[in-house]
């Protein structure tokens, strides 16, 4: 079992940048892919950005491409979302994730095992 810990959210101005943590409660988060999903109120929770277990892979959402970097220093078990240049419709709740899939089939909350509870951006215009 890993227990996962978000945090780093909070209301930020449009344009501005925020980096949200999630630390794994064991080492063994090498492991696995990690990946960070969002959910918007009255939406359904999607897909922003994954790493593979060694870095080496990152994979992102069409729409945070060149705006978000995905991170993991796995000496810390730590993953981390680094989010510039931020918009409104950035606003949602962000969870993270951790699967024993390859990165690229982390694009599907199905594939993922362990949750956190979330961390709420929100991003004022």
């Known amino acids: 079992q890993v227990q996962l810990e978000e945090s780093g959210g909070g209301l930020v101005q449009a344009g501005g940048s925020l980096r949200l943590s999630c630390v794994a409660s064991r080492r063994t988060i090498r492991i696995y892919t990690m990946a960070w999903f969002r959910q918007a109120p009255g939406k359904e929770r999607e897909f922003v950005a994954t790493i593979s277990g060694s870095g080496g892979a990152t994979y992102y959402e069409e729409s945070v491409k060149g705006r978000f970097t995905i991170s993991r220093d796995n000496a810390k078990n730590t993953v981390y979302l680094q989010m510039n240049s931020l918009k409104p419709e950035d606003t949602a709740v962000y969870y993270c994730?951790?699967?024993?899939?390859?990165?690229?089939?982390?694009?599907?909350?199905?594939?993922?095992?362990?949750w956190g509870k979330g961390t709420l951006v929100t991003v004022s215009s």
């Open positions: 994730a951790a699967g024993p899939v390859l990165a690229a089939m982390a694009r599907s909350t199905s594939n993922m095992d362990f």
